[in-house]
């Protein structure tokens, strides 16, 4: 059963233009989220993460929302550059435990 | 520099053996996890340790074993019992708390031949 989903396996974005990846869940026990950029051959990096008790949190060009009520949260990236090229996974933690749960990734390609 | 270091990066067996995964942390976290990546699924938990000499079963934990015997340290075994035991495998590590994030290593590819 997969807790955390992301439906979309890729998506192409102009450079300058604005990236929003997508992330759905099923377990309204979790208390945080994040999201992770990864290269290939290469361990995933923090990006950004959200309590459950706000609904935006903001980090430069990254952006996360948060929507409880329809538990779905979005990372909106403005401007999107070529260098975001990447494997963006969301993950989910809480529910009593201290496990990251994490999603199937979505494949972002920015063109120049 | 504090981090978390993974051994090899790239590792070849012979189906049948046992092979094991190093992971070593400085950052003085007290939780310490095993993922595994394979193509369309994503990032999948083997095994987590929350404390010293503790640690649960993940969502794939069949084929493979692991020890926490130092807080720095935490080896992922895997065994001849694991079927397809070819993946990327990610070690993490963090505070152990709900508000903060997982830092992982570069991983090491395993490939049985």
């Known amino acids: 059963d997969q807790q955390v989903k992301q439906n979309s396996p890729s998506l192409s974005v102009q450079e300058g233009r604005i990236s929003i990846l997508n992330c759905d869940y099923t377990?309204?026990?979790?208390?945080?989220f994040l999201w992770y950029k990864k290269y290939p051959a290469e361990g995933p990096t923090f990006l950004i993460s959200?309590?459950?008790?706000?609904d935006k949190n903001e980090d430069g060009r990254f952006t996360v929302f948060l929507n409880k009520s329809a538990k779905h949260l979005s990372l909106h990236i403005v401007p999107s550059q070529p260098g975001d090229s990447a494997v963006y996974f969301c993950a989910a933690i809480g529910s009593g435990t201290y496990k990251y749960i994490f999603g199937t990734g979505t494949r972002l390609k920015v063109l120049a | 520099d504090g981090g978390i270091t993974q051994s090899p990066k790239y590792l070849f067996r012979k189906e049948g053996q046992n092979v094991t995964l190093s992971c070593e942390q400085n950052?003085?976290?007290?939780?310490m996890y095993w993922y595994r990546q394979d193509p369309g699924q994503g990032l999948r938990l083997i095994y987590y340790s929350q404390i010293v000499n503790d640690f649960q079963k993940g969502d794939i934990a069949e084929g493979y074993s692991v020890s926490r015997e130092k807080k720095e340290s935490f080896p992922l075994t895997v065994t001849s019992a694991q079927k397809n035991p070819t993946a990327f495998y990610l070690c993490?590590?963090?505070?152990?708390?709900?508000?903060?994030?997982?830092?992982f290593g570069q991983g090491t590819r395993l490939t049985v031949v």
């Open positions: 959200i309590s459950s008790i706000k």
């Open positions: 993490a590590s963090s505070w152990g708390q709900i508000s903060t994030e997982a830092f």
């Open positions: 950052l003085n976290h007290d939780a």
């Open positions: 377990n309204s026990m979790f208390d945080y």
